[in-house]
């Protein structure tokens, strides 16, 4: 079974620039989940989708972040435009339920300049 | 506000030394609570967790944890370490007062000498 992807794996782009992150879950996953971790600090929740809508979008950081999941399968995460505060490890994981673990994928590592 | 903290931002131990990884949290309700652990170049991957029953759980790689309900702790412990523990590990906690999203803390580096 495959586990969560993410793409890419790495990303560096200027300030002001756009980047999309990609995060392809655990099929038969309803939960998805973005956490991002800034360098040395604790792992934040960024949001919750269950299938295609935002169950809980409290810990976007302002509306430079847009986050979807067409149709329930994968997610994107954009940030536009990119400020060097952004720059982290993006995390994605998925969930079949509330209750049970979620499996994490690589993470994406952006680096802002 | 629900938090987790991790007493070692950095632990160094000799191999055969035993582990203790300190975790508190507040987080109010019912809580599930879990260790992770990302191994250098790898994903994060689940460790152990507790949902509920025996307050001691057992993990995978000779880990255990004990949830202190008492105390809002989940120490995480290995009797005997090896090089290949080296890692980061991170303790979390959700619940349904959060909306079931996971709130970790900010992960302890441990490294092994050989």
């Known amino acids: 079974e495959a586990g969560v992807t993410q793409f890419p794996s790495h990303s560096v782009i200027e300030k002001g620039q756009t980047v999309t992150l990609r995060c392809d879950p655990i099929?038969?996953?309803?939960?998805l989940y973005w956490y991002r971790r800034v360098m040395g600090k604790e792992i934040k929740f960024l949001l919750h989708?269950?299938?295609?809508?935002?169950?809980?979008e409290s810990g976007m950081p302002n509306n430079r972040f847009l986050a979807e999941r067409t149709g329930g399968t994968y997610s994107t995460l954009k940030v536009q435009p990119a400020e060097l505060e952004d720059s982290g490890v993006y995390f994605c994981a998925s969930s079949q339920d509330l209750v049970t673990e979620a499996f994490f994928g690589q993470g994406t590592r952006l680096t802002v300049v | 506000a629900q938090s987790v903290s991790q007493h070692n931002h950095h632990v160094i131990l000799s191999e055969a030394a035993s582990l203790e990884l300190g975790c508190n949290y507040s987080?109010?309700?019912?809580?599930?609570l879990f260790w992770y652990v990302q191994y250098p170049g790898q994903h994060l991957q689940l460790l152990l967790k507790?949902?509920?029953?025996?307050?001691l759980v057992k993990g995978i790689k000779g880990f255990e944890a004990e949830f202190i309900k008492s105390k809002f702790s989940f120490n995480l412990r290995k009797p005997s370490v090896q090089w290949s523990d080296t890692a980061e590990y991170f303790c979390a906690v959700n619940g349904n007062t959060g909306g079931f999203k996971t709130i970790f803390g900010a992960g302890t580096r441990l490294f092994v000498k050989a």
């Open positions: 099929s038969g996953h309803d939960n």
């Open positions: 507790y949902f509920s029953g025996d307050p």
């Open positions: 989708f269950v299938k295609e809508s935002k169950q809980d």
């Open positions: 987080y109010g309700g019912t809580v599930n």
